[in-house]
């Protein structure tokens, strides 16, 4: 289960990649970084290719950045849910079935006891079950 923590250091990575790119963008203007690894022409800086590619990448970063913290706080909070067994209501928790008592007893530090609630009660008291 990811936590609130790796969510952001995800986002955090994709923020960091995408400085990244305009970097490199604004060093292949600055550097002409195609002269200097394959030779042949004068380099010549074109400012407004330059930063055309970087309006480009920020219109990209933008919406991956805000669909990607949409996406990761929807899985965080899918996530938070309990899956309770239908029939025997026992919780999920990671490759095992364990009771309720159980779970709140290793997940919480929480000890448990039983009791009736009044709508059981009524029902008991009816002969029911």
């Known amino acids: 289960m990811m936590n609130q923590k790796q969510n952001n250091r995800l986002v955090l990575y994709e923020v960091i ?44 970063a933008i919406p991956v950045l805000i669909l990607t913290r949409r996406l990761l706080s929807r899985l965080f909070y899918l996530e938070s849910f309990l899956r309770v067994c239908a029939w025997c209501k026992k919780i999920n928790r990671g490759d095992q079935w364990v009771s309720l008592e159980d779970y709140l007893t290793a997940g919480f530090d929480a000890k448990t006891t039983h009791g009736i609630c009044p709508d059981c009660l009524e029902r008991v008291k009816r002969g029911g079950r």
């Open 17 to 60: 990649g995408f400085v990244l790119i305009i970097i490199l963008s604004w060093l292949d203007e600055y550097l002409s970084l195609p002269h200097l690894l394959f030779g042949g022409g004068t380099p010549h800086p074109n400012w407004r290719e330059g930063a055309t590619e970087t309006v480009t990448i920020l219109c990209v």
